[in-house]
């Protein structure tokens, strides 16, 4: 898969200008879209979570050009987060999220093809995190998952 590795820097450089309102506006419209994750951040520092939602974005946008760089540490994150509690079918919904809150945030820099743009990156993200994790079958069956 290809990224429009141009576009996701210069609309990220927005989000980095705004990264306190958009970090914040992440977690109000996750927990108020889907209450049912709020219990995976019931020993989450609350304080630092935005910095480490925001640490992350910027590995990965500061490594896109050489995504080999991002195998180990976002395989390492998807172990981190199975422990969490994280399970594939949470995956979509942090996703949608962070769409949303991209989108709020830049106003009108949010254009179809950045959407688009984040959404492939987002994807290539998942599959990366998903094969740093050993789920049990059941879990990835999306009708056990529900």
Known sequence: MSLNVDLLRSSFRGLKAQQAEFSTLFYRNLFA????????????????????LFASLVLVVENLAKPDALTNPLQSMGTRHLKYGVYPKHYPMVG??????????????WTPETEAAWSAAYSAITAIMLEGCDYPPETLDPESAA
């Open 96 to 109: 949608g999220t962070l769409l949303k809150s991209m989108a709020a945030t830049l106003k009108e820099d």
């Open 33 to 52: 879209d889907y209450p049912e994750v709020q219990p995976l951040f019931a020993h989450a520092n609350m304080q630092e979570q935005p910095k480490k």
